[in-house]
């Protein structure tokens, strides 16, 4: 059972253009929403996260797009880069615990 | 200043054989998390310890233990290696148990021959 549903799977952008990456969950019982960023041979980084009180957060050149009815939410990348290109995670967790459902993550290149 | 240290980095395992992998956190953090990370797939979660106590459990056969010693430290094991088990295992270091932000290590990838 997939919990947090992730597309698309890759994503080629040209330097400077927003790369749009969407999620989809089914638990309402969530209510922590942060997205990953991941270099190959590396761990997960944070990057930015938001609560379901919250429509939209930025922060730098990140942007998370909540919509709770529809239990969707979305990161943008702002003129991307590069040094972008890495997989990308949405994920969720649930109450008093650290516990972390990941989606199946998006390979993003961003293309010079 | 230190993050999340796993050791060791890499390690090749044969089938059937047992592993051990290591863990700091973040000092100050109290709260381990161990989660596998297959090929190409996110993250699943394993085990939570905070306090040296069990604070939740993934989907992953008894084969999977682990546990955190007073410095807050953690050791995951893994009896009975199969070749399924070959993947990157994080650990991640949290201030406490409740839902803040997770700090990952680079990880142990094992492979299983």
């Known amino acids: 059972q997939q919990q947090v549903k992730q597309s698309p799977q890759s994503l080629i952008v040209q330097k400077g253009g927003i790369p749009i990456i969407n999620c989809a969950y089914e638990?309402?019982?969530?209510?922590?929403f942060p997205w990953y960023q991941q270099f190959p041979g590396k761990g997960p980084a944070l990057l930015i996260a938001?609560?379901?009180?919250?429509s939209e957060k930025k922060e730098g050149r990140f942007t998370i797009s909540f919509n709770k009815s529809a239990k969707q939410f979305s990161l943008h990348i702002m003129d991307s880069q590069p040094g972008d290109s890495a997989t990308y995670f949405c994920?969720?967790?649930?109450?008093?615990?650290?516990?972390?459902?990941f989606g199946s993550g998006t390979r993003l290149s961003i293309r010079p | 200043d230190a993050g999340v240290t796993q050791s060791p980095t890499h390690l090749i395992k044969t089938r059937g054989q047992h592993v051990t992998l290591r863990c700091s956190p973040i000092?100050?953090?109290?709260?381990v998390s161990w989660y596998q990370q297959v090929l190409g797939q996110g993250p699943q979660f394993i085990f939570q310890?905070?306090?040296?106590?069990?604070?939740g459990r993934g989907n992953f056969p008894d084969r999977f233990s682990a546990r955190q010693f007073p410095n807050y430290s953690s050791e995951l094991n893994v009896n009975a290696l199969l070749l399924g088990d070959s993947a990157l295992y994080l650990c991640a270091s949290n201030l406490d148990w409740v839902n803040t932000e997770a700090f990952f290590g680079q990880g142990t990838r094992l492979t299983v021959v």
């Open positions: 938001i609560r379901p009180d919250v």
């Open positions: 638990n309402t019982a969530f209510d922590y």
């Open positions: 000092s100050g953090h109290k709260s």
């Open positions: 310890y905070y306090e040296k106590e069990e604070r």
């Open positions: 994920a969720a967790s649930e109450g008093p615990s650290s516990k972390i459902i």
